[in-house]
Each structure stands twice: as structure tokens, then as C-alpha cells.
């Protein structure tokens, strides 16, 4: 028997930060026959989903979908706009931001990689992955290039591997402030759809995002949402590219279609991710992912363990992490927690492998699904023989009890 073949009563409890987990309602939606992707139906969602995904990335520019996880669309960002040999100035806030540095390498352009530069007590061989995007080392390395050849400032707005969800406000001012034409590519592959993110107003040229997130949908899509200075970058940008080539892509969207096969049955749950979010209001999105973050922080805080975090200004409503005593190794802890109660917790990546977890609190879960989630992690701690200073249960069922949601759940 296949592991897979195994159902086990109940719901499983799918707590990493991304795949989340997907609603009934969007399952359903996806469960539609398959239809021809010239024909009309086809178009008439083309149009649905490109209008509607402008709406999340709140912009007025071109958002590309493409069928690919949301790695391509990194590669596709850098593809589209950069050259051989180009500068690129980017900050590493965790494993994410690490990987993207990678993938620049490997793709021929010159990544500068800064980090924070100060101490951290907890983990000292990974300070800058506790902490947000700091601007001003971005804004004095920018001033310091007067030839001008950076071309690009690439940042991680929600950093999954580690819980700092940073300004890009700020990033967009250090760079004004510096008077730097590089343009602003942001990560926000957990942050849409959980955290606010204004792709227009902060100025961003390219937004990459993914599926598997904020927009509960399965893994499979992923953006580029664009500035119309990006496409004008790309007129002259010399990267080799062709499936991820924006021109032909944004041709055929005007009239809702793909130059190739789309991923219809997940369009079908992207447009139904739209009606639910965008129903639901995005501020509402937003502050309900802010309130379950602040119930899951109040546990952690109970159980006396560090949060990876170390910024309480850049805590995620996305997801917490949460670092384990020395000599206590987060992965056997996460097996246990597997094993016994039927929930998934986040590994520790690169640098945090085995010394914290991550416990995600976005997409469709609820105050009772995450108090349960605590419970799971609460019971593995204690089965683990980590000494807790008090009960995180205790402290999220007061945190939930005493902040109610800005909306009922229920009206009748
Ligand atoms: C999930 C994630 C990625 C990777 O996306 P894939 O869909 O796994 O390729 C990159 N960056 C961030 C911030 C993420 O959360």
C-alpha cells in the first residue's frame, strides 16, 4: 500500500507556509472539465483572471501568468529586463533571497549580495536571516555607484523560510532617495493575498508571486506583474528567453488567451480565489491574517522560545517561526508532530535546518484550526521534553477570545 493510499480520519493539518491549505470551494471549482483554450468559454476566463489578478497585485500594468512554479518566475523576471554581465544588488533576508541570489549567478548577471551587518545573540551565524530588508544599506550602496551600473535592486518582501516581512515601501524610498534609475524587483510569492502589497503605488517594475500561498490555490502558477518600465527594459535586455518572453505572452492576453497551453483547471480555482478574496475585501484579507499571526506569536511567546524573527516591526502574518533549544533538533521534532497527530510543520532551511520550525497561519484556517495547530506543536514539545515556560494553547485561546475578527463568521 502506497503511503498515499492511507486516509486517516479527520483533516490533515497542512501547516507549512505555502502549499496552504486549499478551500472546499476552490477544489470543487477546479474540478470543472477541461476545455479547449482557443475557444470562447476559454477567453471569457482569460479575461476574468487577468483583470482580477491586477486587482491583488494592485496594479494597472500587465500581470503575466505562466504555468510554472513560482522559481520560473523569478527567472522569468530576470530574464525579461537583465543582460550578460549585468549588476544586481540584492539583500538576503533568508533561504528564499539565497536562492534567487543563485539563480542570478547561474543565469550570467553579477549579483551583489548585502546583508545585515550587526550581531545576533540567539543564532550568530545567521543575523540577517532574523531580520528585514535594511534600507539605508541599500540606499548608501546605491549612492556609491555613480557610474550607475546597477541595474536592478531584487528583494524578498515575505521571507518564508524565516518569518520578516519587509518594507518595500521603504526599499522604493531608499532608492528615490539615492536618485538610482535600478530598477525594483520584489519576491512577494507568500506575501500577495496575505500581506498588503501595492505593486503601483510602492513602484515596483516586477512583482513575482506564485499560487500556493495567499491565493490557497495548489502549486502550479506564477506572476510577473509589470511596471511599463520594466517593459521598456525589456526592449533591450539581451538574456536569452522564449517561454518566459513577455511580449508575445502580453499580446495574446489582450484578448484573454496563451502563445501556448495554459493551466486551465487551475485558472478555474484562480478565478474562484478571486471572488473569495476580492469578496472578501483585501484589508479584510489582510487583517485577518495580522490577528492570526498575533494569536500564534502569543503561544510561542507562552512556551518561552525565540521567535526567528527578531524584529517584532517586520513579524509575518503569514507565518512564525519558531527556534528550538540547543541540542534539540527541530526535524525529529517535526517527524513526531507528523506522526502522531497528523500535522505539517515547515523544516528549518539552509542555515536553520534543524534548529527551528515553521507554523503557518494563512489561507483558509481559522481561529480554531490554528489553536488545534498550536495543540499539535504543544504536545510534540512536550513529548520532546522541551521545557515550556507556560501553555501556548492557554495563551492563543485567550489571544482569540479577547481580539474578536473585525467580521463575524457567521451572521445568523
Ligand atoms: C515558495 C517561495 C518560493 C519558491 O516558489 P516555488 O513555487 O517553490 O518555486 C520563492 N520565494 C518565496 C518567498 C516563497 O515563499
Same mark, same amino acid.
Given at each position: 500500500?502506497?503511503?498515499? =493510499?492511507?486516509? #486517516?480520519? @479527520?483533516?490533515?493539518?497542512l501547516q507549512i507556509p505555502g502549499p496552504s491549505p486549499v478551500p472546499d470551494r476552490i477544489l470543487r471549482a477546479m474540478s470543472l472539465p477541461t476545455i479547449d483554450h482557443r475557444g470562447p468559454e476559454f477567453g471569457a476566463l482569460g479575461r476574468k483572471v487577468l483583470g @482580477?489578478?491586477?486587482?491583488?497585485?494592485?496594479?494597472?500594468? #500587465?500581470?503575466v501568468i505562466y504555468p510554472a512554479s513560482g522559481t520560473g518566475a523569478w527567472e522569468a523576471a530576470l530574464a525579461n529586463t537583465l543582460s550578460p554581465g549585468d549588476k544586481v544588488l540584492m539583500y538576503e533576508t533568508g533561504h528564499f533571497a539565497s536562492l534567487w541570489n543563485k539563480m542570478a549567478l547561474r543565469l550570467g548577471v553579477e549579483p551583489e549580495f548585502l546583508a545585515y551587518a550587526g550581531t545576533d545573540d540567539v543564532l550568530p551565524q545567521a543575523a540577517s536571516w532574523r531580520r528585514g530588508v535594511q534600507p539605508d544599506m541599500l540606499e548608501d550602496r546605491l549612492r556609491k555607484d555613480t557610474e550607475r551600473k546597477i541595474k536592478a535592486v531584487c528583494v524578498v518582501h515575505n521571507e518564508t523560510s524565516t518569518g520578516a516581512t519587509s518594507d518595500i515601501a521603504a526599499v522604493r524610498r531608499a532608492i =528615490? %532617495? %539615492?536618485g538610482h534609475p535600478a530598477l525594483l524587483m520584489v519576491d512577494s510569492i507568500s506575501g500577495l493575498a496575505s500581506a498588503d502589497f501595492r505593486h503601483d503605488e510602492w513602484g515596483v517594475d516586477v512583482t513575482v508571486s506564485g499560487s500556493q500561498k495567499g491565493l490557497m490555490l495548489p502549486p502550479g502558477i506564477s506572476f510577473n506583474a509589470l511596471s511599463p518600465r520594466a517593459l521598456e527594459?525589456?526592449?533591450t535586455a539581451r538574456l536569452p528567453r522564449a517561454f518566459w518572453a513577455w511580449d508575445e505572452i502580453v499580446e495574446m492576453n489582450n484578448d484573454g488567451y496563451w502563445p501556448y497551453t495554459p493551466n486551465t483547471n487551475l485558472l478555474y480555482g484562480l478565478s474562484e480565489a478571486l471572488d473569495m478574496l476580492l469578496g472578501e475585501g483585501l484589508d479584510n484579507v489582510f487583517a485577518r491574517h495580522q490577528r492570526w499571526a498575533a494569536g500564534v506569536r502569543a503561544a510561542v511567546n507562552a512556551w518561552g522560545l525565540p521567535i526567528q524573527c527578531a524584529d517584532p516591526a517586520v513579524y509575518s502574518p503569514v507565518l512564525t517561526g519558531v527556534i528550538t533549544p540547543e541540542g534539540v533538533d527541530a526535524d525529529a521534532l517535526r517527524k513526531l508532530i507528523h506522526q502522531r497527530f497528523d500535522l505539517s510543520l515547515g523544516t528549518g532551511l539552509g542555515k536553520l535546518k534543524g534548529r527551528m520550525f515553521r507554523m503557518g497561519h494563512l489561507g483558509d484556517s481559522n481561529d480554531l484550526t490554528l489553536v488545534a495547530m498550536v495543540a499539535g506543536v504543544e504536545m510534540g514539545l512536550q513529548l520532546t521534553g522541551v521545557p515550556l515556560a507556560g501553555s501556548g494553547v492557554q495563551a492563543a485561546m485567550a489571544h482569540f477570545a479577547a481580539h474578536p475578527a473585525a467580521q463575524a463568521l457567521r451572521t445568523v
Open positions: 500500500m502506497l503511503a498515499l =493510499d492511507f486516509h #486517516p480520519t @479527520g483533516r490533515h493539518f @482580477g489578478i491586477r486587482e491583488i497585485f494592485k496594479t494597472q500594468h #500587465p500581470v =528615490d %532617495a %539615492a527594459a525589456s526592449k
